[in-house]
C-alpha cells in the first residue's frame, strides 16, 4: 500500500479510536465522558433505576454478581445502564461512583457523563453503555454502586443498588 493511502486512512483510524471511548445504548444514544457535575441541593423529583448492560437496560438484582471489565488502557470498570421515569428531556448529565459496603471507602473515581437518552417508551427513557472506575478489586466483594442524574433544567434523581462486583 502507498504511503499516501496510508495517510488517507488516519482520519478514519483516529476517528474509530475515539469513538471507541463513548458508550453507546442499544438504539444509537452517545454517551461522552465528562466532568462530574454539581448535583443540586433540592430535593429529587426524578425516578431513575441503575442497572447494567451496554446493549441495553438490565435490571440489577440484591447483590446480584457483575463481572468486572478489565480495559484496553489497564482500567478496569463496571458497564453502567439507566433508565429515567420521564419523557421530558433527551440528554442528561450522569455522575457514576461506587463504594464498598462494608466501611464507605471509595471502590474507584468517579466518573461524569452526558448521556443521550433514547426515545421514550411509556414515558421511560434509558441509556446503557456507561463505565463506572473501579479499582483493588481481587476478590468478590459488595460494592454500593451510585447513579445521580441531572436534567437541563436542574431536576435531578439518584439511586444506588448493591452488587457482588466480581473480578
Not at 454478581?65 to 458497564?79: A, D, F, I, L, N
Not at 471509595?106 to 461524569?112: C, I, K, L, R, Y
Not at 481481587?138 to 460494592?143: E, F, G, K, L, Q
Request: charged share 15%.
Amino acid at each position: 500500500m502507498s504511503r499516501t493511502r496510508l495517510l488517507s486512512l488516519v482520519p478514519m483510524v483516529v476517528t474509530s479510536l475515539l469513538l471507541g471511548g463513548c458508550g453507546c445504548d442499544a438504539a444509537g444514544g452517545r454517551a461522552t465522558e465528562a466532568s462530574v457535575v454539581q448535583v443540586p441541593t433540592t430535593a429529587a423529583t426524578l425516578d431513575v433505576e441503575l442497572g447494567t448492560g451496554t446493549d441495553g437496560f438490565h435490571a440489577l438484582g440484591a447483590q446480584q454478581s457483575v463481572s468486572m471489565v478489565h480495559g484496553p488502557q489497564g482500567g478496569q470498570h463496571v458497564w453502567v445502564s439507566l433508565r429515567i421515569k420521564d419523557a421530558g428531556f433527551d440528554t442528561a448529565r450522569v455522575n457514576l461512583s461506587a463504594r464498598y459496603s462494608e466501611n464507605g471507602a471509595p471502590a474507584g473515581e468517579a466518573s461524569g457523563w452526558i448521556a443521550d437518552l433514547s426515545v421514550p417508551m411509556d414515558g421511560v427513557r434509558t441509556h446503557a453503555g456507561m463505565k463506572d472506575y473501579v479499582s483493588g478489586v481481587a476478590s468478590p466483594r459488595v460494592v454500593i454502586l451510585r447513579a445521580e442524574v441531572v436534567a437541563p433544567d436542574g431536576r435531578h434523581g439518584v439511586d444506588e443498588r448493591a452488587i457482588m462486583l466480581t473480578p
